[in-house]
């Protein structure tokens, strides 16, 4: 059964500052992952969506990674800004059925200007 | 192009009542998803549609939830009767392929008192 974990539950970081979100997984039969944005009272933005044969995806300021051996992928975003400030949450797609989604619980990151 | 509807927004409604909420995809998108995503939790996929058919519905709780999707366009989720473990934000979701990009509604939040 798919497990997605996202590290850290929270952060705030000052303006400006380049930071990392992780997500991992327990099942590698992905068929692909994708980091989605969450404002508060909000439905859900897609931000990237990496197909499980590729490496990175590259968005403005966002660039998200997957390495399906380990079951991992980061969501790096550039010279934060307080509108980044929001709840990114990353979901598995998996290759078999339904294609079905799980996703994780989410980071809540705070921008501070 | 339109996004994906949801009404109502907000809901507040006693234990042991039932509730409807409506979806509208966005147009030509055949799998249609609802979701339940509880305070601090990532959603959870409560049923899947492929045009008016189920595809998954493994976490439905069946004896109290149901739905449907008419024609393969609009979905009704249903509750009856309401537990107070029901209070969290029901989202619905669409996509043409469905490993393609989910996109979705800003959710219905659900108060059960």
């Known amino acids: 059964k798919q497990e997605v974990t996202q590290i850290p539950a929270a952060l705030s970081v000052p303006e400006g500052e380049n930071l990392v979100l992780n997500c991992s997984f327990t099942?590698?039969?992905?068929?692909?992952l994708q980091w989605f944005r969450q404002d508060p009272g909000k439905g859900l933005t897609s931000l990237l969506l990496?197909?499980?044969?590729?490496r990175e995806q590259t968005s403005g300021r966002l660039n998200a990674s997957l390495d399906k051996s380990s079951g991992r992928s980061t969501l790096y975003i550039a010279a934060s800004q307080p509108g980044d400030s929001a709840t990114y949450l990353c979901?598995?797609?998996?290759?078999?059925?339904?294609?079905?989604?799980?996703f994780g619980a989410g980071t809540r990151l705070f921008v501070k200007a | 192009e339109a996004g994906v509807a949801q009404s109502p927004r907000y809901k507040i409604i006693e234990k042991r009542q039932s509730v409807a909420f409506w979806c509208n995809p966005i147009?030509?998108?055949?799998?249609l998803y609802w979701y339940q995503q509880i305070l601090g939790q990532g959603p959870k996929l409560l049923i899947q549609?492929?045009?008016?058919?189920?595809?998954?519905d493994s976490q439905l709780p069946k004896d109290r939830f149901s739905a449907e999707r008419l024609k393969g366009v609009d979905s009704t989720l249903k509750i009856q009767p309401a537990k107070l473990e029901d209070s969290a934000v029901y989202l619905c979701?669409?996509?043409?392929?469905?490993?393609?990009?989910?996109?979705f509604g800003p959710g219905t939040r659900l108060t059960v008192l």
């Open positions: 147009s030509g998108h055949a799998t």
């Open positions: 549609f492929q045009n008016n058919g189920v595809v998954d």
């Open positions: 979901a598995v797609r998996g290759n078999t059925g339904g294609f079905k989604t799980i």
């Open positions: 979701a669409s996509n043409r392929w469905v490993t393609d990009t989910q996109y």
């Open positions: 990496i197909q499980s044969s590729q």
């Open positions: 099942d590698s039969a992905i068929y692909n």
